[in-house]
């Protein structure tokens, strides 16, 4: 069976093809346009001809893919109207018509780092700016989906990314935490703010304080807040001694080893691909394991 997988979204696009439980390959969209992140014109266009172009040689049988939000050039791929947030209860969802195979945005993170990991079951973190239905979500040993998105950590590092340094440029105010020092104030006023989220205000909270603090500060004290709090919503959910951690807020080093030296997991798993770079992969990985009750041969996460 060849199952192509394709990750529509607003950046980070991507193609893959799966050929009898083997990963063929994964391509971003990034390394054929060689513009960053492919963030550039507001639809899924390019990725859609590639797609196109790629079908046309290979012939798959199946058609995996997740959506979030951009203009799809085929209606046919509307299925994502069908999959509504109160349908989407566990991690084995999905939508079929003829060929196509639909997945959530969060679901395709999710597969992408439990289908490339060692574990057979483990539990899920998904956590990144935004997706269809969901912000953040959590998956248990066994599947099943716990909706997180009052949890809007990776909206609140992409706003203060945004303001200081451009969008998609969370990784440049991580950095950037290493230059901070610890602040009572700042720290205080996050954890207030920040947890519970209030969208609609954040712009103005980030604007009072960037006015009265050194970015290198707040940055520092973001980043031990979002350290906490993240571990705090995992030890209130562990089901697992094995954690998988997905979605662009999976890139974030400092968290991820603060969790590790917490010992609260056996052991961690982290996808290389986590942002929305693996979610062709993710939707094509999910396919081949529900239409075939297997997992890849050849587990490459790197490829």
């Known amino acids: 069976m060849k199952i192509l997988g394709i990750g529509f979204t607003n950046h980070d696009q991507s193609v893959c093809l799966i050929e009898d439980e083997k990963i063929i390959f994964n391509i971003?969209?990034?390394?054929?346009?060689?513009?960053?992140?492919?963030?550039?014109?507001?639809?899924?266009?390019?990725?859609?001809?590639?797609?196109?172009?790629?079908?046309?040689?290979?012939?798959?049988?199946?058609?995996?893919?997740?959506?979030?939000?951009q203009v799809l050039q085929d209606k046919?791929?509307?299925?994502?109207n069908i999959a509504t947030k109160d349908k989407i209860k566990d991690l084995w969802f999905h939508?079929?018509?003829?060929?196509?195979?639909?997945?959530?945005?969060?679901?395709?993170?999710?597969?992408?780092?439990?289908?490339?990991?060692?574990?057979?079951?483990?539990?899920?973190?998904?956590?990144d700016g935004s997706g269809l239905n969901f912000s953040s979500v959590f998956f248990n040993r066994d599947g099943v989906l716990e909706d997180l998105s009052h949890f809007k950590i990776g909206v609140v590092w992409g706003k203060l990314a945004v303001m200081s340094f451009g969008k998609l440029q969370e990784g440049k105010l991580m950095g950037l935490s290493a230059y901070g020092k610890e602040n009572a104030e700042i720290y205080n006023l996050l954890k207030r703010r920040m947890f519970p989220f209030e969208e609609k205000k954040i712009s103005k909270f980030f604007e009072k304080i960037l006015n009265r603090f050194e970015l290198k500060d707040i940055a520092y004290n973001l980043?031990?807040?979002?350290?906490?709090?993240?571990?705090?919503?995992?030890?209130?959910?562990?089901?697992?001694?094995?954690?998988?951690?997905?979605?662009?807020?999976?890139?974030?080093?400092?968290?991820?080893k603060y969790i590790e030296d917490s010992k609260l997991y056996k052991e961690i798993y982290i996808p290389p691909?986590?942002?929305?770079?693996?979610?062709?992969?993710?939707?094509?990985?999910?396919?081949?394991?529900?239409?075939?009750?297997?997992?890849?041969?050849?587990?490459?996460?790197f490829i």
């Open 223 to 256: 980043q031990r807040v979002s350290e906490e709090e993240t571990l705090k919503i995992l030890k209130e959910r562990k089901t697992s001694d094995f954690l998988c951690l997905s979605g662009g807020v999976a890139l974030n080093g400092y968290i991820n």
């Open 76 to 80: 046919k791929f509307d299925l994502y």
């Open 95 to 127: 939508v079929t018509e003829k060929n196509l195979y639909y997945i959530d945005h969060h679901q395709a993170h999710a597969s992408y780092a439990l289908f490339t990991s060692p574990f057979k079951r483990s539990d899920i973190l998904v956590y």
């Open 28 to 69: 971003e969209l990034e390394r054929i346009t060689r513009i960053k992140h492919a963030l550039y014109n507001g639809n899924n266009e390019d990725v859609y001809k590639i797609a196109k172009s790629i079908s046309k040689e290979y012939k798959p049988d199946i058609i995996a893919y997740s959506f979030l939000g």
């Open 273 to 301: 691909a986590c942002n929305d770079s693996g979610l062709a992969l993710g939707a094509a990985l999910h396919a081949n394991y529900i239409l075939n009750n297997k997992r890849v041969k050849n587990n490459i996460a």
